[in-house]
């Protein structure tokens, strides 16, 4: 998988008849739990990105709304040092009759991630979220806003994946939705030098008055494929910075552990400094291509391209491609199902 599942508690799938297994550690709840993260040239407009933080996967089964106590955060490096100078940082409204809104604030500086800092401008205020089939979008100046349920834009057999790289259950994901929150921005918010630009996203939640670290995501499949049991959560909990330094619970780095597996798994060991710190890194002054390491759209296929160069080829897709629902116009998110 992206990132589905490796916050909120185990859940029941079946990939063969008679074979139960439980995808997710039981901690973290699903409003929070990151899905995918996307940054991509806006289509007809190379002056302007899109950036995309999927949550909630399976939703509404898992939860039907955002969390009003919770902050979801789109962090961006403009200095290539895994520390967010920007972020966008998204806060909801509670959930009362069937509806919610969003407010948007831009964080400028050194950010910590635990940090509300005061006086962040607002660039979104108000927002209604989505929870029907229409998109209804928010536009503030140069910026474009939508919240919602949408169809879910990542494809995988993940039955396959559970069932030892045996690929062919089909996708998994074609009929599923999640929560989605797409910002349109002019690429003049992302920094002035854009070959040192990386994002990630960050979701944030309020535990006895204090804000805590609940999930994160830069690359597609990082955490899933990489840390085992505890480790997703240890990983979660740190910020990018901390990536080449931290400790697993078997004591060694993340690194040296991201060196095990890619050994195991076949691919070149010396990949792991260059997935780790785990951010999107992401020039808009070039095409994006997800191949390319540069950001990421929805069609690109990151299940085959991470598969071919974890396995050092031995593996080279797992024989599902991009959904046909995609939108050629914002949101870009399909309708949900």
């Not at 008849?17 to 996307?38: E, F, N, R, S």
């Not at 919610?100 to 005061?118: E, N, R, S």
């Not at 040296?256 to 890194?281: I, K, M, R, Y």
């Amino acid at each position: 998988m992206a990132d589905h599942l490796d916050s909120p508690g185990p859940i029941a799938v079946t990939p063969t008849p008679g074979v139960t297994a439980l995808v997710g550690p039981p901690l973290g709840d699903a409003k929070t739990d990151i899905t995918d993260v996307y940054a991509f040239l806006k289509p007809g407009d190379p002056t302007k990105s899109i950036l995309v933080l999927d949550v909630n996967p399976l939703a509404p089964l898992l939860a039907n709304s955002f969390d009003s106590e919770a902050i979801y955060e789109i962090n961006i490096d403009t200095k290539g040092h895994a520390v967010p100078d920007l972020s966008f940082r998204i806060r909801f409204s509670e959930f009362e009759a069937g509806s919610q809104t969003a407010t948007v604030h831009l964080a400028i500086g050194d950010v910590v991630a635990d940090q509300v800092t005061a006086g962040e401008p607002a660039i979104i205020a108000g927002a209604p979220v989505s929870f029907g089939a229409m998109p209804v979008i928010t536009v503030s100046g140069p910026y474009k806003f939508f919240a919602g349920i949408r169809s879910d834009p990542f494809f995988f057999d993940l039955f396959g994946f559970i069932d030892g790289f045996n690929f062919k259950f089909g996708d998994f994901f074609k009929d599923k939705n999640v929560f989605g929150i797409v910002l349109e921005v002019p690429n003049s918010a992302l920094g002035t030098t854009p070959h040192t630009t990386s994002l990630w996203g960050r979701t944030l939640l309020s535990v006895n008055g204090s804000l805590v670290r609940d999930d994160r995501m830069g690359r597609a499949a990082i955490n899933t494929v990489f840390n085992h049991g505890p480790d997703k959560n240890i990983f979660n909990s740190i910020d990018p910075i901390r990536d080449l330094t931290a400790l697993t619970t078997e004591g060694i780095t993340f690194v040296q552990s991201f060196e095990n597996t890619l050994t195991a798994l076949g691919g070149d060991p010396g990949l792991a400094t260059v997935l780790l710190p785990d951010v999107l890194n992401y020039d808009f002054s070039k095409p994006t291509s997800y191949a390319a390491l540069n950001g990421r759209q929805l069609q690109d296929d990151v299940i085959d391209i991470s598969l071919g160069l974890v396995t050092g080829g031995g593996l080279t897709s797992d024989n599902v491609g991009p959904h046909s629902d995609y939108l050629s116009d914002f949101p870009y998110l399909g309708t949900p199902h």
